[in-house]
């Protein structure tokens, strides 16, 4: 399990462009961080170097677990989630048959995959293929993914966008939710979240590479 993610002056280059540089930032379990800045200023880029997908320029990510240190790749693998813009669903199963295949590959379980859907509202979706579902019912999919997989680094990227106030609200619930048992959440967004977040403005931190 991890107990908290550090960043130590951290910078990230996409291309050419210098995203963001010098960023000191430490979240901690029961704590969410929201990422703010404007259009490329790197907020999607830092949740994707969090989990691996690319490559800081410089600086350093380190993981703890309750005993010390954890060993980046074997935090990731066990205890990191993203959800970003693509939720890399097969589209020809039924939303039940892709929930329980990815719960199952992250290391929840069926028990944990019936809980998520019933509180994602699911259920009645659960025989009709991924291809057929809308944007908001395809993101609920996605979000009963991440409460039913056993991942305490949240790493969500503009969660709320297709949902409606109500789903909203419920998704809200389940964060906090996630927080009160020890994980973590750090998200970009441009709303506020519906839980209590520290803000860290990314486009604060642009400037000549260094």
């Known amino acids: 399990m991890i107990c908290a993610v550090h960043m130590q002056n951290l910078a990230i280059i996409r291309g050419e462009r210098l995203l963001f540089q010098g960023l000191d930032l430490s979240v901690r379990k029961g704590e969410a961080v929201a990422l703010t800045g404007a259009n490329g200023s790197g907020k999607t880029s830092l949740l994707r170097a969090l989990a691996g997908l690319i490559r800081p320029h410089a600086g350093d990510v380190r993981f703890e677990g309750p005993q010390g240190v954890l060993e980046a790749e074997d935090a990731r693998s066990q205890g990191v989630h993203l959800l970003g813009h693509q939720d890399c ?88 939710e996630h ?6 959440i750090i998200a970009a967004v441009h709303d506020p979240l519906p839980i209590a977040a520290r803000a860290c403005d990314l486009s604060s931190l642009d400037g000549p590479a260094q």
């Open 89 to 176: 669903f097969k589209a020809t199963r039924t939303a039940w048959e892709e929930l329980l295949f990815q719960v199952q590959w992250t290391g929840g379980t069926e028990a944990s995959a019936r809980a998520a859907s019933a509180k994602l509202d699911l259920d009645r979706l659960a025989g009709l293929e991924v291809r057929k579902l809308s944007a908001g019912q395809r993101r609920r999919l996605a979000l009963a993914r991440l409460v039913a997989s056993p991942r305490s680094l949240w790493l969500l990227d503009e969660p709320m966008a297709p949902l409606d106030t109500a789903r909203r609200a419920v998704f809200g619930d389940l964060m906090a």
């Open 179 to 184: 927080l009160a048992g020890g994980g973590m």
